[in-house]
């Protein structure tokens, strides 16, 4: 079963436009990561937020964690052609190891 | 590049077969974890090895299984195929298990088929 719930599920905008995409999720957390995934290819790791951080900024991306609402989202600025991609966020329990469980992401389209 | 390789990159193998994929972590990382990522759908944690021991494992039949080796590199076995095996199946490595609060790094993935 899957932990968070991504939202939208699919987002098309266009070149320059800001994207933003959000994530509920049900347990407590210790930490929650965005991961970006091409085509099917590997995911790469794009922030990591801590339970006790509101907000977080690496680049065009800004995140954001509401631990009270359980959720969180994540904002692309002046998003890129490049930027297309699923997006993931993926939530640590901090139970023994470091497990993530995945929602099942946001397809994003961005248009030249 | 993250520096987690697996292999193979692709396999086709019919109902009922056994495969084993491998996975080689990031140098300095000896946590590998394995994820199964249905189509469409978002991955889904089958297990944890850390220092050779599996460290946490998810919804999965025994019939997934793992091994970590003293280089920290790792296999992922499935035994008795069944069609709903098909997926990308992701290795990614951590430097530290126990903690939380780590990133991982993810591999290309291996793209399995069961006919």
């Known amino acids: 079963s899957q932990q968070g719930e991504e939202d939208p599920q699919a987002l098309s905008i266009q070149e320059g436009e800001n994207a933003t995409m959000n994530c509920s999720y049900k347990t407590s957390i210790n930490n929650l990561q965005w991961y970006r995934q091409n085509s099917g290819r590997g995911l790469v790791h794009l922030i990591l937020i801590r339970s006790n951080e509101r907000e977080k900024h690496s680049g065009r991306l800004r995140v954001t964690l509401d631990t009270s609402k359980k959720s969180s989202s994540l904002l692309i600025t002046a998003s890129r052609a490049a930027d297309t991609a699923s997006y993931f966020c993926?939530?640590?329990?901090?139970?023994?190891?470091?497990?993530?469980?995945f929602g099942g992401g946001t397809r994003v389209l961005v248009k030249p | 590049e993250t520096g987690v390789t697996q292999s193979p990159t692709h396999l086709i193998k019919t109902r009922g077969q056994q495969v084993t994929l491998r996975c080689s972590s990031q140098s300095g990382h000896n946590t590998v974890s394995w994820y199964q990522q249905a189509l469409g759908q978002g991955p889904q944690f089958i297990f944890q090895?850390?220092?050779?021991?599996?460290?946490g494992r998810g919804n999965f039949p025994p019939r997934f299984s793992g091994l970590q080796f003293p280089n920290y590199s790792s296999e992922l076995n499935v035994n008795a195929l069944e069609l709903d095996d098909s997926a990308l199946y992701l290795c990614?490595?951590?430097?530290?298990?126990?903690?939380?609060?780590?990133?991982?790094?993810f591999g290309p993935g291996t793209r399995l088929t069961v006919t």
């Open positions: 990614a490595s951590s430097g530290i298990s126990g903690t939380g609060g780590r990133e991982q790094y």
């Open positions: 993926a939530t640590d329990e901090g139970a023994a190891g470091n497990k993530l469980t």
């Open positions: 090895y850390y220092r050779e021991e599996e460290n």
